[in-house]
């Protein structure tokens, strides 16, 4: 639980994902030296460069050096073919010293991800994105969850919002965010009432100011605003977007923050989670192989 939280200038709790990345990468550094220091390799496959995808990658490895892990970069050209591409991904897939894997998305245009991202076996996707990770995720079965939605997990339980009987609404419906997120809030034991709403919704507006929470996922700059949100609730950003001034999020932050009773920061609040929840991830993978943690 995060004691003593920020506020917002509207005083609205201000979601934290930074802090509570870094705690985690701090729990996960303890973790693995209290163990004796076992070696558990996340390994990146990036192809092309993409600059956004490279500073993602980047900061991956830097937080898991930082949570004292093993990290291995596989950089390919954006002239890489897909069987070298498959290639590539098949050695760190029978390389028992690797227990994690993440292919960065998206791939070069030329490529297709779905032969690659098939490729790896559920206990290394620690990203959680294959069809084998959220058919498991689907039917309760152990497996790693996607990252971005879990990050939204572990920011509403270390902020004690509560979940159990609310209203939730999910606004995007991919299969990275929006999907598995309605899974997690509708489980048994966080037994939110959810809602799936999208670009299409009827009223979205309307939709939205029955929420306790509401988790913005569509990919549409600053299309929460305060009209979709009523007093007291819950407002998680997850969106990127690229606008002249910069990168924002899908929530119109400062007409919300006046409103909610909760909101994530952008930057700085599902992003760094997504990276916490990755490396939590491969601690589990590594667990899950045989490594004694």
Known sequence: MIHDPERTQGGAILLDGNRLRDATVASIAARIEAAGSPKVCLATVLVGSDGPSGVYVRMKHRKATEAGMVSRGIEMPDTATQSEVESAVAALVADP????????????SHLDP???????????????????????????LPGHVPCTPLGVMRLIEAYGIDTVGRRAVVVGRSTLVGLPQ??????????????????RSVDLVAVCREADIIVAAA?????????HVKPGATVIDVGVS??????????DFEAV????????????GTGPMTIACLLDNTVAAAAMQGVSL
Do not use: C, W
């Not at 779905?114 to 309760?140: H, N």
């Open 97 to 108: 010293d690797v227990h994690g894997i993440l292919v960065q998305l998206p791939l070069p």
């Open 114 to 140: 779905e032969p690659v991202l098939a490729m790896l076996p559920p206990e290394k996707d620690v990203d959680g994105l294959t069809d084998r990770s959220l058919g498991r995720l689907v039917r309760g």
């Open 182 to 199: 309605v899974l997690l809030l509708g489980r048994r034991g966080v037994d939110a009432t959810v809602t799936l709403a999208h670009s």
């Open 219 to 227: 990919g549409q700059a600053r299309m929460i605003t305060a009209d």
């Open 242 to 251: 690229r606008v002249e001034s910069g990168i924002v999020g899908d929530v």
């Open 257 to 268: 923050q006046s409103i909610a009773g909760a909101i994530t920061p952008m930057p700085g």
